[in-house]
């Protein structure tokens, strides 16, 4: 998090949010991680065990300390406990995932039928790729429509991202937050500036393998939880009403085991 930030460099709690969920007639949320500590994952959990609508946790753990696998058990057992994320989009190696020595990590969290949340950027996109074809049978979500580079937009980038978010859809199981995209945006992040990308996600994923995210608090650089929700249901407002549920609800409930 950027250091004495207005907005990010505070705490933020469940009441936070609580006024915005019920305008928005959400009643159950999805709680990630955002520091690399398993210190974190637990005080995240404790939230989730105070707050009746936190219906799940995505952690982390060290993928690259074997040691840490005493950990993802033991958080395993925690009824509210999803699965992790590393994060991997501020790491310097982008080949990162694919060493041989964080492979352990994903095999356990198969063994353990835990999710696996994959947050980088495009350049990430063919890694991914051969991540997830390397384990077909692990649970993964691509974490805000892995962040298209809205500020150095062009016919090249573009492309280059959809045709990779096109082979994660066609080769994997992977479902895909429709998320951050607002935060990704420079200062236009109007239905007409977002489209592009929306419609590009929900041609090659479907409905039935897209959720839609907050990415609450850190949208608040942008605009307010409402403000993005609203946008949000605009640019899906050409789904009918089975498919409009399973982004906004069905997708995550099912994807997360969310009862």
Request: aromatic share 12%; with cysteine.
């Given at each position: 998090m950027?250091?004495n930030?207005?907005?990010l460099s505070?705490p933020?709690?469940p009441?936070?949010?609580g006024?915005?969920?019920?305008?928005?007639g959400v009643?159950?949320t999805?709680l990630?991680?955002?520091?690399p500590s398993?210190e974190?994952?637990?005080y995240l959990?404790?939230?989730?065990?105070a707050?009746?609508?936190?219906?799940?946790?995505?952690?982390?753990i060290?993928f690259?300390d074997?040691s840490?696998h005493k950990?993802l058990?033991?958080?395993?057992?925690?009824?509210?406990f999803?699965g992790?994320r590393?994060m991997?989009q501020?790491?310097?190696d982008?080949n990162?995932m694919?060493?041989d020595?964080?492979?352990?990590?994903y095999q356990?969290?198969?063994?353990l039928?835990l999710?696996?949340?994959?947050l980088?950027f495009?350049?990430?996109?063919k890694n991914?790729?051969?991540?997830?074809r390397r384990?077909?049978?692990?649970r993964?979500?691509i974490d805000?429509?892995?962040?298209?580079q809205?500020?150095?937009?062009s016919?090249?980038?573009?492309e280059?991202w959809?045709?990779?978010?096109?082979?994660?859809?066609?080769?994997?199981?992977?479902?895909?937050?429709?998320?951050g995209?607002?935060?990704?945006?420079d200062?236009d992040?109007?239905?007409?500036a977002l489209?592009?990308?929306?419609d590009?996600?929900l041609n090659?994923?479907?409905?039935s393998r897209?959720m839609w995210?907050?990415?609450?608090?850190?949208?608040r650089?942008?605009?307010?939880y409402?403000?993005?929700?609203?946008?949000?249901?605009?640019?899906?407002?050409?789904l009918?009403?089975?498919?409009s549920t399973r982004v906004?609800s069905?997708?995550?409930t099912?994807?997360?085991?969310i009862?």
């Amino acid at each position: 998090m950027p250091e004495n930030d207005t907005v990010l460099s505070r705490p933020y709690f469940p009441v936070n949010l609580g006024s915005a969920l019920i305008s928005a007639g959400v009643s159950k949320t999805v709680l990630v991680q955002a520091a690399p500590s398993v210190e974190e994952t637990e005080y995240l959990l404790g939230i989730a065990d105070a707050t009746e609508h936190v219906a799940k946790v995505v952690g982390w753990i060290n993928f690259e300390d074997p040691s840490h696998h005493k950990h993802l058990q033991r958080f395993a057992a925690h009824p509210k406990f999803a699965g992790v994320r590393p994060m991997i989009q501020d790491l310097e190696d982008d080949n990162w995932m694919l060493r041989d020595e964080v492979q352990w990590a994903y095999q356990a969290i198969i063994d353990l039928d835990l999710t696996f949340d994959c947050l980088g950027f495009p350049r990430h996109l063919k890694n991914f790729h051969t991540l997830l074809r390397r384990y077909p049978t692990m649970r993964a979500v691509i974490d805000h429509c892995m962040k298209p580079q809205f500020r150095e937009h062009s016919d090249d980038n573009f492309e280059y991202w959809a045709n990779g978010m096109a082979a994660l859809a066609a080769d994997t199981t992977a479902f895909c937050k429709l998320s951050g995209l607002v935060t990704e945006a420079d200062s236009d992040w109007s239905v007409s500036a977002l489209r592009p990308y929306t419609d590009q996600v929900l041609n090659v994923f479907g409905a039935s393998r897209i959720m839609w995210g907050s990415d609450w608090p850190v949208v608040r650089l942008k605009c307010e939880y409402d403000n993005w929700f609203s946008l949000a249901q605009e640019l899906t407002s050409e789904l009918s009403a089975e498919d409009s549920t399973r982004v906004f609800s069905g997708s995550a409930t099912d994807f997360y085991r969310i009862t």
